[in-house]
């Protein structure tokens, strides 16, 4: 089970030695009011100080030992070889909805024209705003239809959240398919990546799920508790047949999860994912969105001795029975967002209160905005890294969702 060099990921909180960022990017610039509905937006970052921000992100990594690696270099560093670009080319504009064959022509040739990878694939990010490129030939009915629309091939603002198009379960991955079409172009960039990078093309990585299949899952949904347990969320973003998919494949391979847990959350935006309403923060200690503390529908998928077989029993549960069954601790602890129900928990939830990632046991990452449960935090003994946040969290996500864990210390139990 243990692979230092390459994926490993058996919990929540084994300390972290290599993670996967996005650079917010001239995307951010593509927002507007009018398209924020379509983008997945609530409103507009400025993408200088979001930088700022997520500079200050990057560096607590680095300042604590962590080998941050960025999206943008990783998919540059992979199209190694003319027919390998020319195929991810071919695969982005293809996904890109462009209609009329002489525009896709005209699109695939301008990005062919940019000197670097790296150059390339900041434009792919970007979007290509409808004055960058003149009419090509004939114009059709669909580009007179289209006039009123600002784009040729549509931004990419969300990449900054890198926990959402893959998942990094145990040594794997699941290359995932997005709910909405706005992100569906976001998992090529993974595709290529642990298909093709010299880090990874040599290690034979498992895909549990894979973004060419039926039903929608997002990263988001995916937490893994230990190295026997995995909780998914059926949300308004990931399918409950997503989650028989993934669980046939992970139960199929020689991993050592023996139960995922598919929690049933509201489908809603506030819990757009079920990285947003709980987070591991220590052995037995979570953040909680204080709406999720009742009685829920969780069903255990239970790994039996058939391979790749599994059996489904329904329970209806408090979160820290389920929890405490699973983990096979006699109690957990609930760190509630914004201390309780009402006007503070409202208003940091908003703002990814409960949405942490952990450095290692004990240690997380935090927006400072969220000061009510940041205080809550340090009191239970938690150890925390604020970041700023004023624009960062315009996008809905903290700092789970804008980081994948690539690798983590597995963790020794006492």
């Not at 509905?37 to 993408?47: C, G, H, M, Q, T």
Request: a negative charge; one cysteine or more.
């Amino acid at each position: 089970m243990m692979n230092p060099n390459g994926l490993q990921v058996y919990s929540e909180i084994g300390r972290l030695k290599k993670v996967l960022l996005h650079r917010p990017g001239e995307e951010i610039e593509n927002l507007t009011p009018e398209l924020m509905n379509r983008l997945l937006f609530d409103d507009i970052p400025y993408l200088k100080v979001a930088r700022e921000e997520h500079d200050a992100f990057a560096k607590v990594f680095q300042d604590n030992g962590v080998e941050v690696n960025y999206l943008e270099d990783l998919i540059a560093e992979s199209l190694f070889d003319n027919s390998r670009k020319e195929a991810f080319i071919d695969e982005f504009v293809k996904e890109a909805g462009l209609k009329n064959q002489l525009r896709i022509e005209q699109v695939k040739d301008y990005y062919r024209s940019f000197e670097t990878n790296r150059a390339m694939i900041d434009k792919m990010m970007a979007g290509i705003r409808r004055e960058e490129l003149k009419p090509s030939g004939l114009r059709t009915l669909s580009d007179l239809v289209d006039m009123n629309y600002p784009f040729i091939v549509d931004p990419l603002p969300n990449l900054y959240f890198t926990r959402d198009p893959f998942s990094t379960v145990g040594s794997g991955i699941a290359l995932n398919k997005m709910r909405t079409p706005t992100r569906c172009r976001e998992t090529i960039f993974s595709k290529y990546i642990f298909r093709y990078h010299k880090d990874y093309k040599n290690l034979d990585i498992p895909f549990w799920y894979d973004r060419d299949m039926a039903n929608a899952i997002e990263g988001g949904d995916v937490l893994v508790l230990s190295d026997k347990v995995i909780a998914i969320g059926i949300s308004q973003r990931t399918d409950a047949d997503a989650i028989e998919i993934f669980a046939r494949n992970v139960f199929s391979d020689g991993q050592p999860f023996q139960t995922i847990l598919a929690f049933d959350i509201p489908k809603t935006r506030a819990f757009m994912h079920l990285d947003t309403v709980f987070t591991m923060v220590d052995h037995s200690v979570f953040t909680i969105h204080p709406e999720i503390e009742g009685p829920l529908t969780v069903y255990s998928l239970t790994r039996s001795d058939k391979k790749g077989d599994y059996k489904i029993e329904r329970e209806y549960q408090t979160l820290e029975t389920i929890l405490s069954k699973y983990l096979e601790v006699d109690s957990v602890k609930l760190i509630r967002c914004g201390g309780k129900k009402g006007i503070d928990a409202g208003r940091e939830q908003w703002n990814d209160g409960s949405n942490t990632l952990a450095l290692a046991p004990g240690e997380v990452i935090v927006y400072s905005r969220n000061h009510v449960t940041n205080q809550l935090l340090e009191s239970e003994g938690i150890k925390i890294h604020e970041i700023p946040s004023s624009e960062l969290s315009r996008g809905r996500g903290g700092p789970r969702c804008m980081s994948m864990p690539l690798n983590r210390d597995l963790i020794i139990k006492k």
